[in-house]
């Protein structure tokens, strides 16, 4: 068992003669036995956060430690890890039995009896005793994927890394897995960091959710930390289906001015003292439908069964509101929408900065 602290972790590449920063001084830690859902958009440097800690990658700055140990320097043979791919690198030619236990077999420190052991455990667990026999190709994607983790488990390590472990299976099939991934690991409590680009999937597995962009790490927190305190605008976009509405506003005393007719006096104008312009953010279910609110014109309404999704146009501005399954106004007709002041999300306009604590 093992807290994993990531203290000012950098590491660059160089492409030609431009170097990309990747991850940018990340400061990060994981709590011994842990679920931590590393999140971001392609491309903001998750995978060689995940690679760095495995040792797969050298930092170019930085240090990691596992516990006590600081294992900056050790060879990936060296940490004790176990990483899980996207694609399940499975060996063809080898059965499940001998996938699971190959990792087993390389090393001096198990013989054949404890292997058997071990992997007959595994797959029990797993739910695939029955596969044992199998090689890779009879196998559908979910069974080959219980495979790739059950290589990972038996070899009971003091960390497991996923890097988007799910992506391949189709939509049930992965809420599914999500809920038997959840579970085993509790079950083992391994301190685990879990890399995906979906923030549904970070919200619904997560014991935390660490926020990156672009190399950096925007907030760390439990689902609803991100979701009702975002840190800033980025991350308040990025959790959240559908999307939250976001727009600029002039600030003059008390009162916001937008596009169409966006007009709203704030009762508590303390957050926006000293701005002339601000960004303002609305999640579509704090928006209501009322008699003698803010004008927007419908342009389509879907049906959810329990719900419906109301999007409407603002002068330019696109807006999102879940409304009641009972109310379907026409595309092309004017509604009027209010909100809670207290549902309001402000941000600064050059930095993104969240402007108040919601409450
Ligand atoms: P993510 O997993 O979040 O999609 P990555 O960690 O794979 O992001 O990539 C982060 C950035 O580093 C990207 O700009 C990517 O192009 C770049 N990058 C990743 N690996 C390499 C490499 N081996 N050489 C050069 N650039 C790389
Ligand atoms: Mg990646």
Known sequence: ?????????????????????????????????????????????????????????EVTSGTITFGDEDVTDLRAR?????????????????????????????????????????????????????????????LSGGQQQRVALGRAIVRDPEVFLMDEPLSNLDAKLRAQMRTELQELQHELDVTTVYVTHDQTEAMAMGDRIAIMNDGELQQVGTAEEVYRTPNNEFVANFIGSPSINLLTATVENDRLTGPGGF?????????????DRVRVGIRPEDMTLVEDGIDASVTVVEQMGNENFCYMEMGEVDL??????????????????????????????????SLKTMT
């Open 1 to 57: 068992m093992a807290e994993i602290t990531l203290d000012t972790v950098r590491k660059e590449f160089r492409d030609n003669s431009r170097t990309i920063v990747a991850v940018n001084d990340l400061d990060l830690t994981i709590r011994d036995g842990e679920f931590l859902v590393l999140v971001g958009p392609s491309g903001c440097g998750k995978t060689t956060t995940l690679r760095s800690v495995a040792g797969l990658e």
């Open 78 to 138: 060296d940490r004790d890890v176990a990483m899980v791919f996207q694609n399940y690198a499975l060996y063809p030619h080898m059965n499940v039995e001998r996938n699971i236990g190959f990792g087993l077999r390389l090393s001096t420190d198990f013989d054949s009896q404890e292997i058997t052991r071990r992997v007959e455990d595994t797959a029990e667990m797993l739910g695939i005793e029955d596969l044992l026999g199998k090689k890779p190709k009879a």
């Open 263 to 275: 007009s709203y006096e704030l009762s508590d104008p303390a957050p926006v003292e000293g701005y």
């Open 320 to 353: 999102t509101a879940r409304i009641d399954a009972s109310l379907r106004p026409s595309p092309g007709e004017t509604v009027e929408f209010g909100f809670e002041e207290t549902a309001l999300y402000l941000f600064d306009p050059e930095t993104g900065e």
